[in-house]
């Protein structure tokens, strides 16, 4: 059950009601409140019939953590996290509780707007949207061919469902992620050598982990930060590498700075002394591996003190670290990670994902206790084909695929979108809950590339950069206002959860996910692949799996089927069947099929840092910057600053607060200084997502840089991400 | 007697703000407004540095200053040892303010009435646990009776020799792991 009986027990204050009804809303906006009002107005909220609880999905992130809302008089007043929920485990971060309060903001996007021959903005009706849109999409297809669009949306239950079939059902094969600007390399190089693309430390049973840039304290998930919390207390050794001593250092046992877009040579390094000091596992890696004869010949190469000249780790801190693992192993790993140092950053991402997986490999670690583990997801099964019919296969393949070989099939890159419109094979772009062109790569570069298209539509809850780079801007209800599909969730167990609407619609001329994409169907002529509501869907889908709606909604969560899992070297699902030190389709894309050393892009001249970037744990990306009480602390605490090292602050001049011009190739801005001892010399980091440049977001608006202005477009070979980090920049003190 | 107070480790804190977005929501504050304010401090010099988050809000002091100076009485303390202000009686003179060596008070705009924390106290009872404490992501928060040495406060206060902030500057009620 989610209703806690702390919260039952609790009342509301006087501010709390004053806020938080719709009624009371005048009464504070002509700035008086009688005694008596407010008394007439404490009684009724303190009578429980007002108060009411349902359960939802968190979407301050993608992790979509479980959550209970409590509403007054139909209005949010507190979220909680769900107990049963495994990514929740019953708290929710800074980021959920004041992205729950989204549907009050006033940055919403409250009506469809068609963008004027000015450049400006207008209303238009939901009805002459869809028409206008479903013309040109005809438009589009008749001179170009359903291959010419695309759609590119940011995972979300209901969008990943909805936003692929239409474009499939367009007869386009062009649907694409975020993934390129997050997690494509370090999934795909995962898959490469495990055949998943993922996998989790096993924290309640390990004895030492490894980060590579990842923090669990900045882009937070809050069973990750409990489970390594459990770990520290545990006595676990935690080894944090990173140039930044980054939020998760808390629990961090070591601190190894390194240089930037050089983790690969680390790992390589340590892979060295395994295996020429015979500290790996035999057994593993005689009877689950294949290609290993060849990694071992190469590695050979890889001393410990030719990875200090690369990453700039002293050789013998390698040493003690192989050392260390391979005594702990197999309850040892070296963590997945994200989007961090090799998500989508440099040049040798995928192959620092594959060096990861490797060192895992040697440790013995595949499946073990306290190792990596590869667990299974749930998903819904077969559904009725008449009551939802099937969608054929488009004829041409996804645009993109050719060059970028290595992008995970699920993905794709959606950078092959900004040239597909440059070079004119994509026409027509629907972007839904994506603000591809401020972060997914040089903004500049992407506005050149939409102007391009012929028709470029956003859905979205606000008005982004890449809605204001659209022609026609579809504003979606925002989360706690909306149903969508199940959400299946894997692990060791897996679940199904829902979004339930919590509260009325705040702006009833917005419309939610399965609405849009059924309005869009019907306008451009492939309503026949939408005749059921998202309700129904949702139904038959939880069916398949031995469940329902009304269960999920009932509960919060549900829990499926046993999967069985158990501890012990996991089935590989490559190719080969076996953990790959070697792949045949990276030789393929014409890479180097052993793991092995690919060095970075960019390197900084005498006079330029190395900059990187970094998530921060109030926000997602772009997404939530315009968000009152998230951009509250911002501002208050000065999170949009780029920090640098105090040695190099004494060099140059520069005092803490001081303002600098940052300068790359690509762009110029100026922004506040941090000076810190946190941060290896040579090297700035900035949050990655300020920077806003949507006067319709006005807290986000100007407040801080957006590091990928910064950045030159160029796309990571064969696998097709961002390499957010390949960029050398200057920096100078001006006055503030 | 029961005597609420808090404890907050310093070590598991990851400066997430869950805290102070969940005491805001349930106590209706405006984006700006805060009852826990973060500290940052950062200790030695590269690459031996050691950087923690530490929040601070109302200490519900047993000799609480801001008490002491309030002209009207609108602050006080119940039998439970938690530290409240009285919204009819608060002038919004700010004595409170000065006052406190911790800087807990805040100013409400919209009544102008001079707030803190108040452990979620609603209806004769402190909130169980306060908000900041049921949604801490890492269990760097812990709230229970002080008076109880069976207590989970008590026996982890014991543990880890938890400490108030300032040492004896106050009698306060929140102790931290540091």
């Known amino acids: 059950m989610y209703v806690k009986e702390a919260l039952m027990s609790s009342k509301p204050t006087r501010r709390t009601f004053l806020k938080g009804t719709a009624a009371t809303a005048a009464l504070a906006a002509v700035g008086t409140c009688s005694l008596g009002a407010w008394q007439a107005q404490r009684a009724e909220a303190a009578d429980d019939s007002a108060k009411a609880q349902g359960p939802s999905l968190c979407n301050g992130c993608s992790s979509k953590c479980g959550l209970i809302a409590t509403t007054l008089g139909g209005r949010l007043w507190t979220v909680e996290g769900m107990e049963a929920h495994p990514y929740s485990k019953g708290t929710l971060c800074g980021r959920g509780h004041g992205a729950a309060q989204w549907a009050y903001s006033d940055g919403r996007l409250t009506q469809p707007m068609k963008r004027q021959n000015d450049g400006s903005f207008a209303p238009i009706s939901w009805d002459d949207a869809f028409a206008e ?452 389709k990276v030789a393929e894309a014409g890479l180097n099929p052993v793991i092995g050393y690919v060095p970075r892009l960019v390197e900084p001249a005498e006079d330029e840092f190395y900059l990187v970037g970094g998530k921060q744990g109030i926000h997602s990306h772009t997404m939530t910057l315009n968000l009152e009480a998230l951009n509250a602390i911002s501002r208050e605490y000065g999170l949009e600053r780029l920090w640098m090292a105090a040695a190099d602050a004494a060099e140059l001049g520069i005092a803490d607060g001081d303002t600098v011009e940052l300068s790359s190739s690509e762009h110029t801005g100026t922004v506040t200084v941090k000076v810190t001892e946190r941060l290896k010399p040579g090297v700035l980091f900035m949050p990655t997502h300020y920077g806003s440049t949507s006067p319709y977001l006005t807290r986000a608006q100007g407040f801080g840089l957006n590091m990928m202005d910064f950045v030159p477009l160029h796309l990571e070979p064969a696998v097709g991400s961002t390499m957010s980090q390949e960029v050398a920049v200057k920096v100078r003190k001006v006055e503030g | 007697m029961t005597r609420y107070g808090m404890l907050i480790n310093t070590k598991k804190c990851v400066g997430c703000y869950a805290c102070r977005v969940a005491c805001q929501m349930v106590n209706g504050l405006a984006p700006e407004e805060s009852f826990i304010a973060f500290n940052e401090v950062e200790q030695g010099a590269y690459p031996n540095v050691y950087a923690e988050v530490v929040p601070v809000q109302c200490m519900h002091c047993e000799d609480a200053p801001c008490e002491a100076v309030c002209p009207t009485h609108a602050t006080y303390t119940t039998d439970s040892g938690v530290v409240l202000v009285d919204e009819g009686k608060c002038i919004g003179c700010k004595y409170c303010m000065a006052a406190c060596p911790y800087g807990a008070r805040v100013q409400i705009e919209e009544t102008g009435v001079i707030e803190k924390c108040r452990f979620c106290w609603y209806e004769g009872e402190p909130g169980n646990p306060p908000r900041c404490v049921n949604t801490c992501i890492s269990g760097a928060r812990i709230f229970g009776d002080l008076d109880d040495p069976e207590s989970e406060i008590c026996r982890e206060i014991a543990r880890t020799n938890a400490q108030p902030l300032a040492g004896d500057l106050t009698a306060a009620k929140i102790y931290y792991v540091r």
């Open chain 1, 133 to 584: 849109i479903g013309a040109k999409v005809q438009e589009i297809i008749a001179e170009a061919g359903p291959e010419a669009l695309a759609v590119i949306q940011d995972p979300r239950p209901s969008g990943k469902y909805y936003s692929k079939r239409f474009m499939n059902a367009l007869g386009s094969a062009n649907v694409y992620t975020h993934a390129a600007a997050c997690n494509l390399s370090k999934e795909s190089g995962i898959q490469e050598a495990t055949g998943a693309t993922n996998f989790s430390v096993d924290f309640a049973n390990t004895k030492m982990v490894v980060f590579i840039g990842r923090s669990y304290g900045d882009g937070i998930r809050p069973s990750s930060v409990k489970s390594l919390a459990g770990a520290a207390d545990a006595g676990a050794r935690v080894v944090i590498v990173d140039p930044r001593l980054n939020n998760t250092g808390i629990f961090a046992t070591d601190w190894v700075p390194i240089k930037p877009g050089c983790d690969i040579a680390l790992l390589l390094g340590i892979a060295n002394v395994l295996v020429t000091r015979d500290l790996y596992d035999h057994e593993f890696v005689e009877q689950s591996c294949t290609g290993f004869p060849e990694f071992a010949a190469q590695v050979a190469e890889y001393t410990p003190e030719w990875a200090e000249g690369v990453c700039d780790v002293p050789a013998d801190t390698i040493v003690e670290l192989a050392e260390s693992l391979a005594a702990a192993a197999p309850a040892c790993a070296i963590e997945p990670s994200w989007r961090a140092a090799f998500g989508c950053a440099y040049q040798n991402s995928f192959e620092t994902a594959r060096a990861v997986c490797a060192v895992n490999a040697l440790l013995g670690c595949w499946g073990q206790k306290g190792g990596a583990l590869i667990t299974s997801s749930p998903k819904a099964g077969d559904l009725d084909p008449v009551k939802f019919p099937k969608v054929p296969e488009p004829a041409a393949k996804r645009v993109g695929d050719e060059e970028y070989p290595l992008a995970l099939a699920g993905t794709g890159t959606n950078l092959a979108v900004l040239n597909g419109c440059n070079d004119g094979t994509v026409q027509g772009v629907f972007f839904y809950n994506s603000n591809a062109v401020q972060g997914y790569a040089q903004p500049a570069m992407w506005r050149v590339a939409v102007v391009a298209a012929k028709l470029v539509v956003a859905i979205d809850v606000q008005m982004s950069e890449t809605a204001l780079a659209s022609h026609y801007v579809l504003p979606e209800c925002t989360v706690l206002e909306r149903f969508e599909l199940p959400e299946f969730i894997g692990g060791k167990k897996h679940f199904a959860a829902l979004r339930t609407p919590i509260i009325e619609r705040v702006h009833p001329d917005t419309k939610s996910c399965d609405e849009i994409f059924t309005g869009l169907a019907e306008a451009c002529g492939v309503g026949q692949y939408f005749p059921f509501t998202v309700e129904e869907l949702a139904e038959a889908q939880l069916a398949t799996v031995g469940t329902s709606v009304e269960a999920v909604r009932e509960a919060g969560i549900v829990e499926l089927a046993d999967p069985g899992f158990a501890f012990g070297t996991p089935v590989f699902k490559t190719p080969t069947e076996k953990f790959q030190f070697t792949s045949a």
